[in-house]
């Protein structure tokens, strides 16, 4: 989990220090939507994978239990992501981790698969959205399978005390634009630990960098 503004990894790293992983309000014990819409992007395991902003989520718990055998987290906060390495124990070892601001971020290497769980909606200001954009687009192969959650339409309008962007999964597809070929879309809510519903915006996407129209008929 990351935002785009101020002092980033700060802010991250002294809500991870206060809190355990299991009370902040992100917080779930199993990542249903986003491996159900891997699967319906028909993801396989072969495929290298980066979870943005995962910080100490359970994603990659379950990547490897599924035996995904190129996983990369990262996250700006490396609090959140000691909590994950913590929590893998040995099997640590067996994950790509990246300490970075996805907004600065200059990937190395190219991947099948981006995975963003309420990144995106954190980039309130039009140049946070480029950037994001910008470093997707250097870190993809041609035909990348992209899962995106956000805070709905009718969602919170803050979380950690900073604003975010809603979205509905026409907004969604707007802002990535027509290069980026919607495959499914759902609506989600997410129950809190302290039992709030936060209703999410979810879009498994294909990344077609030389878009051409669908033919007809």
Known sequence: METGAGDVAG??????????PTEVSWYQDQPTVSLALLD???VTPDQPIVDVGGGASVLVDRLLDRRFGDVSVLDVSATALAHAKKRLAERAELVHWLH??????????RYGIWHDRAVFHFLVEENQRRAYLAALRAALTSEARVVIGTFAGDGPQQCSGLPVQRYDPGDLAAVFGAEFDVIEHRRDGHRTPNGTEQPFTWVGMVWRPKFQPRPRG
Not at 100 to 109: H, K, N, Q, S
């Open 11 to 20: 802010h991250w790293d002294e809500i991870y220090g206060r809190r355990l």
């Open 40 to 42: 319906a992007l028909r």
């Open 100 to 109: 970075e601001d996805v907004l600065t971020w200059r990937p190395g290497r």
